[in-house]
């Protein structure tokens, strides 16, 4: 309940007879022109005014905001929820459990340590593509699934009974973000809260902060929110509000039709390279103007997902007789639809695109030139236009083989390498097999290679079938998730595609290893409906789980003799995905190039068998009479997808999907569930162990203290992102990840992933800067997660993790040095977490990722920047240096230093200095630094209250 109220902001507003309790906007002078999502956090500090942490004056600051000003006034943003996914999830209820234990510790009740706000966990991370291409995949995945991490279901369970308000969402039921626009959101909340006279029903806007970067899928829907990372989001969940400046704003403006041809994805990709280029990291995207009517609501939710891909803080749609078409569609109450409606004109939320608003910057797209595209072969916002996407295969190839020479001349010309009578079958194996009948046919994935000093790779399957493997090959083709599985249109076309291509006579190749992941039950009830499985299927399509899968790097591993021939030849093979993250070593370990794509070119990839393809002159295959089919004679009608759509889709498939969503499968109701307050850790636990953050933790911190005599870590280049820093992905034995789990009893094929062991910080220690693509230039030549350890002598080469132990040992504090848009991707915690356990004090970089450097501030690890134009390469630095940092300490004083002295002293004791720039950015981060991290301070204010 808000204590002050300096405007006369609160009111009633009546909607079918119900009284609901508001905050009015038009109480503050200045904000009919503000943009909706300013709007929506100037009625966050209406709400929470306290007249302390939250002042008449921040209201006015935002009320009166400059759009041509940069980013300098703090405010306290309170969001109204928290939404996890299970990676991200187990650890934040491991430190919440954590917390209560400590919190008894310094005198507190444990029971204080609380979701204050609604926090729902959807557990979508930890299906695997293990089984595929056959219709008992989904179920055995499953199965594999519970038997790998049920530890950690269980936990998770124990954490639904002992915390309050906290919801988790089973396994099997959908992906967090598709989910949430589906079913989670609500776009306008309604909470009862204590008034003079009682309780009242209080409606404000739905707003929320996720440990998942793509939290802003559901921007889509007008609801502002965000990816931060766990340590944030905990802090979220126990009242604390997020600190940050208010933000420049950047109007996107919409206008003309997507053509045929294109689709949302091709939309998405090309938006996300425009404002990649335009620069909006750490601002909001707003889109604006006549087109925005014209966007269906997946399509909306499609872009915002991709927020993070633009570097974009959010990317927000208004609301408007789209959004109400797509509640009511999925199943919200009348109820609920009209207090949307209602609230959003009340406060000036509703859009009215001949209004104008302020804008910090803008950019104007008109959909009608929008072309077919995909983006790679390692970051989201590479985009390729598809008719040029076999010359820029030849020319990336470069950077993938050993050789210049090896990457060939590749033939022009298309040789036929799949003939539609040699097609295989599928069968409920793992894989395809040919007919047994017959002999079976030898396929190509190379489309001839004069001049080559390497030959295709002929591969011999257990089953019969053989094939040759080259550069380019598609050895993933995966249609995945949440950005484009939430969206009928594109989902739908790929399975129109699918029938046509079927019809011609085309199939799969047989090297491919084919999948679809829904994001929610609800599209294989439109699937179903639509008559269109069996197509899909035919081509090797089958539903493989409900989860994020490929796109999290849980691709699961490639046939061996196909495994085995691309690691014995260097082989550059590719992946094709319908996913937004397609970073290096992210997919799987065999595949080096990575390719996102709308899931109807994921099929015609399949069916192509290879980058190396042009699908303007190559063709995919022969139809029954022998004619050349090219992807222009199967490309699904948008006409006619429109008619499936409408005939396939409605609210009865979403309000019967949902009814149970809380409930489980047997598998899920049959698991033993842990009781108590607290949690009992099993000293045996590979999955789920205390982590140390709070051992020894006083009720005063110690004051902040300058670092000197440190050793570098890592020296890293540009765009390291938090997957090179902390993987999801699989892990070898010979890792020092994998060597823990074997000393402790795990066998290798238990080893499960990353990820899914983020409840054990030995494990996510051992993965810290453990990706087998990071290039750590301390040491030449080198990928994968080593370094120099100065600690022996001649400075040997040795995994990070034991050359930090080493360290430790010594009492030798560490930096990291890197390059521009360090801890770009996803809003992953242990990035942060790793780091900071593995005793690096501080990271020196030309720029930051917005996520990634305010939890590098809540774990306690210090983020300094280069001076501006300066970089560890113009400064000289080559890592072998001893530094210290000083003048950190006027942190004590409670003032945060602009810039502190960095001194690199070389071996021969020369020395160079320069000004680093502080990037604690506001008064809240310096507290939780001086605190020694976020959590650390939430845990000294429960205790002291």
Same mark, same amino acid.
């Given at each position: 309940?808000?204590?002050?109220?300096?405007?006369?902001?609160?009111?009633?507003?009546?909607?079918?007879?119900?009284?609901?309790?508001?905050? !009015?906007?038009?109480?503050?002078?200045?904000?009919?022109?503000?943009?909706?999502?300013?709007?929506?956090?100037?009625?966050?500090?209406?709400?929470?005014?306290?007249?302390?942490?939250?002042?008449?004056?921040?209201?006015?600051?935002?009320?009166? /905001?400059?759009?041509?000003?940069?980013? @300098?006034?703090?405010?306290?943003?309170?969001?109204?929820?928290?939404?996890?996914?299970?990676?991200?999830?187990?650890?934040?209820?491991?430190?919440?459990?954590?917390?209560?234990?400590?919190?008894?510790?310094?005198?507190?009740?444990?029971?204080?340590?609380?979701?204050?706000?609604?926090? *729902?966990?959807?557990?979508?991370?930890?299906?695997?593509?293990?089984?595929?291409?056959?219709?008992?995949?989904?179920?055995?995945?499953?199965?594999?699934?519970?038997?790998?991490?049920?530890?950690?279901?269980?936990?998770?369970?124990?954490?639904?009974?002992?915390?309050?308000?906290?919801?988790?969402?089973?396994?099997?039921?959908?992906?967090?973000?598709?989910?949430?626009?589906?079913?989670?959101?609500?776009?306008?909340?309604?909470?009862?809260?204590?008034?003079?006279?009682?309780?009242?029903?209080?409606?404000?806007?739905?707003?929320?902060?996720?440990?998942?970067?793509?939290?802003?899928?559901?921007?889509?829907?007008?609801?502002?929110? /965000?990816?931060?990372?766990?340590?944030?989001?905990?802090?979220?969940?126990?009242?604390?509000?997020?600190?940050?400046?208010?933000?420049?704003?950047?109007?996107?403006?919409?206008?003309?039709?997507?053509?045929?041809?294109?689709?949302?994805?091709?939309?998405?990709?090309?938006?996300?390279?425009?404002?990649?280029?335009?620069?909006?990291?750490?601002?909001?995207?707003?889109?604006?103007?006549?087109?925005?009517?014209?966007?269906?609501?997946?399509?909306?939710?499609?872009?915002?997902?991709?927020?993070?891909?633009?570097?974009?803080?959010?990317?927000?749609?208004?609301?408007?007789?789209?959004?109400?078409?797509?509640? !009511?569609?999925?199943?919200?109450?009348?109820?609920?639809?009209?207090?949307? *409606?209602?609230?959003?004109?009340?406060?000036?939320? /509703?859009?009215?695109?001949?209004?104008?608003?302020?804008?910090?910057?803008?950019?104007?797209?008109?959909?009608?030139?929008?072309?077919?595209?995909?983006?790679?072969?390692?970051?989201?916002?590479?985009?390729?236009?598809?008719?040029?996407?076999?010359?820029?295969?030849?020319?990336?190839?470069?950077?993938?083989?050993?050789?210049?020479?090896?990457?060939?001349?590749?033939?022009? &010309?298309?040789?036929? &390498?799949?003939?539609?009578?040699?097609?295989?079958?599928?069968?409920?194996?793992?894989?395809?097999?040919?007919?047994?009948? !017959?002999?079976?046919?030898?396929? @190509?994935?190379?489309?001839?290679?004069?001049?080559?000093?390497?030959?295709?790779?002929?591969?011999?399957?257990?089953?019969?079938?053989?094939?040759?493997?080259?550069?380019?090959?598609?050895?993933?083709?995966?249609?995945?998730?949440?950005?484009?599985?939430?969206?009928?249109?594109?989902?739908?076309?790929?399975?129109?595609?699918?029938?046509?291509?079927?019809?011609?006579?085309?199939?799969?190749?047989?090297?491919?290893?084919?999948?679809?992941?829904?994001?929610?039950?609800?599209?294989?009830?439109?699937?179903?409906?639509?008559?269109?499985?069996?197509?899909?299927?035919?081509?090797?399509?089958?539903?493989?789980?409900?989860?994020?899968?490929?796109?999290?790097?849980?691709?699961?591993?490639?046939?061996?003799?196909?495994?085995?021939?691309?690691?014995?030849?260097?082989?550059?093979?590719?992946?094709?995905?319908?996913?937004?993250?397609?970073?290096?070593?992210?997919?799987?370990?065999?595949?080096?190039?990575?390719?996102?794509?709308?899931?109807?070119?994921?099929?015609?990839?399949?069916?192509?068998? &290879?980058?190396?393809?042009?699908?303007?002159?190559?063709?995919?295959?022969?139809?029954?009479?022998?004619?050349?089919?090219?992807?222009?004679?199967?490309?699904?009608?948008?006409?006619?997808?429109?008619?499936?759509?409408?005939?396939?889709?409605?609210?009865?498939?979403?309000?019967?999907?949902?009814?149970?969503?809380?409930?489980?499968?047997?598998?899920? #109701? @049959?698991?033993?569930?842990?009781?108590?307050?607290?949690?009992?850790?099993?000293?045996?636990?590979?999955?789920?162990?205390?982590?140390?953050?709070? *051992?020894?933790?006083?009720?005063?911190?110690?004051?902040?203290?300058?670092?000197?005599?440190?050793?570098?870590?890592?020296?890293?280049?540009?765009?390291?992102?938090?997957?090179?820093?902390?993987?999801?992905?699989?892990?070898?034995?010979?890792?020092?990840?994998? #060597?823990?789990?074997?000393?402790?009893?795990?066998?290798?094929?238990?080893?499960?992933?990353?990820?899914?062991?983020?409840?054990?910080?030995?494990?996510?220690?051992?993965?810290?800067?453990?990706?087998?693509?990071?290039?750590?230039?301390?040491?030449?030549?080198?990928?994968?997660?080593?370094?120099?350890?100065?600690?022996?002598?001649?400075?040997?080469?040795?995994?990070?993790?034991?050359?930090?132990?080493?360290? #430790?040992?010594?009492?030798?504090?560490?930096?990291?040095?890197?390059?521009?848009?360090?801890?770009?991707?996803?809003?992953?915690? /242990?990035?942060?977490?790793?780091?900071?356990?593995?005793?690096?004090?501080?990271?020196?970089?030309?720029?930051?990722?917005?996520?990634?450097?305010?939890?590098?501030?809540?774990?306690?690890?210090?983020?300094?920047?280069?001076?501006?134009?300066?970089?560890?390469?113009?400064?000289?630095?080559?890592?072998?240096?001893?530094?210290?940092?000083?003048?950190?300490?006027?942190?004590?004083?409670?003032?945060?230093?602009?810039?502190?002295?960095?001194?690199?002293?070389?071996?021969?004791?020369?020395?160079?200095?320069?000004?680093?720039?502080?990037?604690?950015?506001?008064?809240?981060?310096?507290?939780?630094?001086?605190?020694?991290?976020?959590?650390?301070?939430?845990? !000294?204010?429960?205790?002291?209250?």
């Amino acid at each position: 309940m808000s204590t002050v109220d300096s405007f006369g902001a609160k009111g009633v507003l009546n909607v079918g007879g119900t009284e609901y309790e508001i905050f !009015r906007l038009n109480s503050v002078e200045g904000v009919q022109s503000l943009p909706f999502s300013l709007k929506v956090l100037l009625e966050n500090l209406l709400r929470t005014e306290d007249g302390a942490n939250i002042t008449a004056d921040h209201v006015r600051a935002l009320a009166g /905001w400059d759009p041509n000003a940069q980013p @300098s006034t703090e405010i306290q943003f309170t969001p109204a929820r928290v939404i996890m996914q299970d990676f991200t999830g187990v650890p934040c209820v491991v430190d919440l459990a954590t917390m209560r234990e400590a919190v008894k510790e310094l005198g507190g009740d444990p029971k204080r340590v609380n979701p204050l706000a609604p926090a *729902e966990l959807v557990i979508d991370h930890s299906v695997q593509i293990d089984v595929f291409g056959n219709a008992g995949a989904i179920e055995r995945n499953m199965e594999i699934e519970y038997q790998r991490n049920g530890e950690r279901y269980q936990f998770l369970r124990w954490g639904q009974t002992a915390f309050e308000d906290f919801k988790v969402v089973p396994p099997g039921m959908g992906i967090v973000h598709q989910v949430n626009i589906e079913y989670l959101a609500r776009t306008v909340m309604t909470r009862e809260v204590e008034g003079p006279e009682g309780k009242v029903l209080r409606a404000y806007p739905d707003t929320l902060v996720g440990t998942d970067s793509h939290t802003t899928m559901v921007n889509g829907l007008g609801v502002l929110g /965000w990816g931060v990372g766990g340590i944030e989001a905990e802090a979220a969940m126990l009242g604390q509000p997020v600190s940050m400046l208010i933000p420049r704003v950047v109007g996107f403006k919409l206008s003309g039709e997507i053509p045929p041809g294109a689709t949302a994805t091709d939309v998405v990709l090309t938006i996300t390279e425009m404002l990649r280029k335009h620069g909006v990291v750490g601002k909001f995207v707003e889109f604006y103007g006549e087109g925005v009517a014209a966007v269906p609501l997946a399509n909306r939710a499609t872009i915002g997902n991709m927020s993070p891909e633009f570097g974009s803080t959010a990317a927000m749609f208004p609301i408007d007789d789209v959004t109400l078409d797509y509640l !009511r569609l999925t199943g919200r109450s009348e109820e609920n639809v009209a207090l949307v *409606e209602a609230y959003a004109k009340e406060q000036g939320l /509703w859009h009215d695109p001949s209004r104008e608003l302020r804008f910090s910057e803008y950019l104007e797209l008109d959909l009608s030139t929008v072309v077919p595209s995909i983006s790679g072969p390692k970051r989201p916002q590479d985009r390729i236009v598809l008719t040029e996407a076999k010359d820029e295969f030849r020319h990336d190839l470069l950077n993938y083989v050993a050789h210049e020479a090896d990457a060939g001349s590749l033939d022009e &010309s298309l040789e036929e &390498s799949f003939p539609a009578s040699d097609a295989p079958s599928f069968t409920t194996g793992s894989s395809h097999v040919t007919d047994s009948d !017959r002999e079976p046919p030898v396929y @190509s994935a190379a489309h001839g290679a004069a001049g080559r000093t390497s030959k295709p790779v002929s591969v011999a399957m257990e089953d019969g079938r053989r094939f040759d493997l080259d550069h380019g090959a598609v050895t993933i083709a995966s249609i995945t998730s949440c950005t484009n599985t939430s969206n009928p249109s594109v989902m739908l076309a790929a399975a129109v595609l699918a029938r046509n291509a079927v019809e011609k006579g085309l199939t799969s190749k047989p090297w491919v290893k084919t999948s679809v992941a829904p994001g929610s039950k609800v599209v294989t009830d439109y699937y179903e409906k639509s008559g269109l499985v069996p197509y899909l299927e035919k081509l090797g399509f089958f539903t493989v789980g409900y989860g994020c899968t490929t796109c999290i790097g849980n691709s699961g591993p490639l046939e061996p003799e196909i495994s085995e021939a691309i690691q014995s030849n260097d082989l550059a093979v590719t992946a094709v995905l319908s996913g937004n993250r397609n970073f290096e070593g992210r997919i799987n370990p065999d595949v080096k190039m990575n390719y996102l794509a709308s899931p109807p070119l994921v099929i015609a990839y399949a069916l192509a068998g &290879s980058m190396d393809f042009d699908f303007e002159s190559d063709a995919l295959g022969k139809d029954q009479d022998g004619n050349d089919v090219f992807l222009r004679d199967i490309w699904p009608n948008p006409r006619e997808v429109q008619e499936v759509m409408d005939a396939s889709i409605d609210q009865a498939m979403f309000t019967n999907s949902y009814a149970t969503i809380f409930d489980g499968d047997e598998r899920w #109701q @049959s698991l033993p569930t842990p009781t108590g307050d607290t949690f009992e850790w099993d000293d045996k636990s590979t999955y789920v162990r205390k982590p140390p953050y709070f *051992e020894g933790m006083k009720a005063q911190p110690d004051p902040v203290s300058d670092i000197s005599g440190a050793r570098v870590l890592l020296k890293l280049g540009d765009s390291v992102t938090t997957d090179h820093i902390s993987p999801a992905g699989s892990f070898k034995s010979d890792t020092p990840a994998g #060597q823990y789990l074997l000393a402790n009893g795990v066998e290798r094929k238990d080893f499960n992933s990353y990820g899914s062991r983020r409840g054990n910080h030995e494990v996510m220690i051992r993965g810290t800067f453990a990706n087998i693509r990071i290039k750590n230039q301390l040491l030449d030549g080198v990928e994968g997660g080593f370094t120099k350890d100065f600690t022996q002598d001649g400075a040997p080469q040795a995994y990070v993790y034991d050359a930090a132990m080493n360290y #430790q040992k010594a009492g030798t504090p560490l930096v990291v040095l890197a390059g521009k848009e360090y801890g770009s991707g996803s809003s992953r915690d /242990w990035a942060a977490k790793g780091t900071a356990l593995l005793g690096v004090k501080a990271v020196i970089a030309e720029s930051y990722e917005r996520i990634h450097r305010s939890n590098l501030i809540g774990m306690g690890v210090l983020p300094l920047q280069f001076p501006a134009g300066e970089s560890a390469a113009t400064l000289g630095l080559t890592g072998n240096e001893v530094f210290s940092v000083e003048g950190i300490t006027a942190l004590n004083d409670g003032t945060t230093p602009a810039t502190v002295k960095v001194t690199a002293t070389a071996e021969d004791g020369s020395a160079k200095s320069f000004d680093a720039v502080v990037r604690i950015d506001t008064p809240g981060e310096a507290d939780y630094y001086r605190n020694g991290g976020i959590l650390q301070y939430v845990l !000294r204010q429960i205790s002291a209250n």
